[in-house]
């Protein structure tokens, strides 16, 4: 497992925001909760907190690198599949 913090327009560590490599996934953890997966060519967002707070948000628009418009679009098209990625929502 790798875990880095997402690094930010400074290059400063940011806190509270992961990026962790698990058994060929790739996740993007906001606080203790995961909110992005990538595995196998497709990207997963949890049905919960993906758009859970402005925090949330802002990193979430920086490792999509896009913003909310483009993010509901992917999901809308199934580009993005909405998922349970953290079992407690």
Request: hydrophobic share 30%.
């Given at each position: 497992?790798?875990?880095?913090?997402?690094i930010?327009?400074?290059?400063?560590?940011?806190?509270?925001?992961?990026?962790?490599?698990?058994?060929?996934?790739?996740?993007?953890?906001?606080?203790?909760?995961?909110?992005?997966?990538?595995?196998?060519?497709?990207t997963?967002?949890?049905?919960?907190?993906w758009?859970?707070?402005?925090?949330t948000?802002?990193?979430?628009?920086?490792?999509l690198?896009?913003?909310?418009?483009?993010?509901?679009?992917?999901?809308?098209?199934?580009?993005?599949?909405?998922?349970?990625l953290?079992?407690?929502?």
């Open positions: 497992m790798k875990v880095s913090n997402i930010n327009d400074n290059g400063n560590r940011v806190a509270n925001q992961f990026l962790i490599t698990h058994k060929g996934a790739t996740y993007f953890q906001s606080y203790f909760s995961q909110i992005v997966m990538w595995k196998d060519g497709k997963y967002l949890d049905g919960y907190y758009n859970y707070s402005h925090t948000a802002k990193y979430r628009r920086v490792v690198s896009e913003g909310i418009d483009q993010t509901r679009q992917k999901i809308k098209s199934g580009e993005y599949v909405l998922t349970n953290n079992g407690d929502n």
